[in-house]
């Protein structure tokens, strides 16, 4: 069966025409912070695909606070409308946390009123040393390597209206940050951004597909996802030149050709299979995929039919 059976493929000229005329465009201060994100980012990739994307977010929300609304008038009691969580997935180095910085950026946009929280399930890593003491080290970003429990938890103490805090994932030190936390406190919209939210743990009583609202899955061909994996970890090299606490400086001494044998491996070895035994096949559980070509460029869009 035809995986994108349940989807609506649109192409991205019929995408960017759906909600033109209702969409503001984008005022010169805010031109300059999503350049400040990313300055690769295409100016035109935002008007045309992530401002109706934004635009469809909005509908999701107001069919959210519907609900609450009716549901509060079903039970006659006053029904707070919960937060919004919208998962970002897809492979390492194919564009999830700049998708998901683009993404708050332009809700807060739309929602100047409203607070839009990020996080990334890194920060449900194991330490290093717990992964060493799993016997897992090879196996980060796999799904033992992550605390999905701990996710979960912190899904529903969001969507309960909690204040929590989550440990950091540090991509500098390649490991979770001693001592430090992210605090989200009641957001009304998070985003929550990872190889794994699409993956299904369970405990007795919760499913984490249930909190999530909306889901996008960043999508690209193999080949180009591996070219963006090795300019990412040659960005990543040059960050470390003179940061001696840098996990990535150690690779600054070898020869290029070495270290791009490295990093060709750790892509062959960890990334490649993590992506075709466990994240793509969560694909087509996503509402929407963005399927993206060279340079980043989105080219089409699915759109789950129901
Ligand atoms: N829209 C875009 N335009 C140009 N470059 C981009 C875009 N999105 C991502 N990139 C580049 O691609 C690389 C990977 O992007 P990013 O770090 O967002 O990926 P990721 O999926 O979050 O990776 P990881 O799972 O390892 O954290 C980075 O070098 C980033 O600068
Ligand atoms: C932290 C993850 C798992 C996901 O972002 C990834 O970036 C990673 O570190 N993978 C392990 C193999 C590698 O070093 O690329």
Redesign the pocket.
Known sequence: MNEFINFDEISRETWQNLYKTSIAPLTHDELESIRSLNDEISLKDVQDVYLPLVHLLRLYKKNLEDMSFSKGLFLQKIVKTPPLIIGISGS??VGKSTTARLVQLLLSRAFPKLSVELV?T?GF?YTTDDLKNRGILDR??FPE?YDMERLLAFLYHVKNGEKCEIPI?S?ET?DILPDQVQTIDSPDILIVE??NVLQNPQNQMLYISDFYDFSIYVDAEEELIEKW?LER?DSLLKLAKYDTTNFYHQFTKMSTSKVVNLAKE??AR??RI?LKEYIEPTRNRAEVILHKSENHYVDKIYLKKF
């Open positions: 390492v180095a990334t890194d890593l980060k970003g390597s994932y991509h390649y990872g190889i994996y970890f750790t892509w960890v990334n993590n």
